[in-house]
């Protein structure tokens, strides 16, 4: 492995991140940005088959149907097809709870699914160009297992308010304010 591959690692692995993270906070910018303009997603018939454009519209109406979602990736295997072509499959695990605006009627269900990628650099930029979703399994939570009585329970924040969002520098950007940070 040598350094321009462990970059391509890197900066794919970015991309899957920064997704997860628009999925989160209903940021459907980041979301957008991790697909080429001409990229193909092939999610369950009856979430979304076809153009980024439509997955995108998809997810700016179910997304807010939800009261919180968490999506964490495990296992990500990235092979090579040439220095511009990337074969990604990552597992996903997904909290998500509907409200009373979602059909699931407030219960929350968990899935269990890969992501099988191909990413492309185009123009030097990483992004997906084609994506398919395998589930593998789901789980509704049994409806009196939740309970957010504790003072710091359900701070998530889907409204562009997240502390998470905060801009921060990079290796040679502006160092980013530090409210509420021990001095």
Same mark, same amino acid.
Request: charged letters at 30%; a negative charge; proline letters at 4%.
């Given at each position: 492995?040598?350094?321009?591959?462990?970059?391509?690692?890197?900066?794919?692995h970015d991309?899957?991140?920064?997704?997860?993270?628009?999925?989160?906070?209903v940021?459907l910018?980041?979301?957008?940005?991790?697909?080429?303009?001409?990229?193909?997603?092939d999610?369950?018939?009856?979430?979304?088959?076809?153009?980024?454009?439509?997955?995108v519209g998809?997810?700016?109406?179910?997304? &807010?149907?939800?009261?919180r979602?968490?999506?964490f990736l495990?296992? #990500?295997?990235?092979?090579? $097809? =040439?220095? +511009?072509? *990337?074969?990604?499959e990552?597992?996903?695990?997904?909290d998500?709870?509907?409200?009373?605006?979602?059909?699931?009627?407030n219960?929350?269900?968990?899935?269990w699914?890969?992501?099988?990628?191909?990413?492309?650099r185009?123009?030097?930029?990483w992004?997906?160009?084609?994506?398919?979703?395998?589930?593998?399994w789901?789980?509704?939570? &049994?409806?009196?297992?939740?309970?957010d009585?504790?003072?710091?329970? #359900?701070?998530?924040?889907? $409204? =562009?308010? +997240?502390? *998470?969002?905060?801009?921060?520098?990079?290796?040679?950007g502006?160092?980013?304010?530090?409210?509420?940070w021990?001095?």
């Amino acid at each position: 492995m040598n350094i321009d591959e462990l970059s391509a690692r890197a900066e794919i692995h970015d991309v899957l991140l920064r997704y997860c993270r628009g999925l989160d906070r209903v940021d459907l910018s980041l979301v957008r940005g991790a697909f080429h303009d001409d990229a193909w997603i092939d999610f369950p018939e009856s979430l979304h088959i076809g153009g980024v454009e439509g997955f995108v519209g998809f997810l700016a109406a179910e997304m &807010p149907r939800f009261e919180r979602t968490m999506h964490f990736l495990g296992n #990500s295997l990235i092979d090579f $097809d =040439g220095p +511009d072509v *990337a074969h990604v499959e990552t597992y996903l695990s997904a909290d998500h709870q509907g409200s009373d605006r979602h059909h699931w009627k407030n219960e929350t269900v968990k899935l269990w699914a890969r992501y099988l990628d191909r990413f492309e650099r185009r123009d030097g930029v990483w992004r997906i160009a084609r994506r398919r979703m395998v589930v593998d399994w789901m789980f509704k939570y &049994p409806a009196g297992g939740w309970f957010d009585d504790h003072p710091d329970a #359900s701070v998530t924040r889907r $409204d =562009g308010t +997240d502390p *998470a969002l905060r801009a921060t520098a990079g290796f040679t950007g502006t160092p980013a304010a530090t409210d509420g940070w021990p001095s």
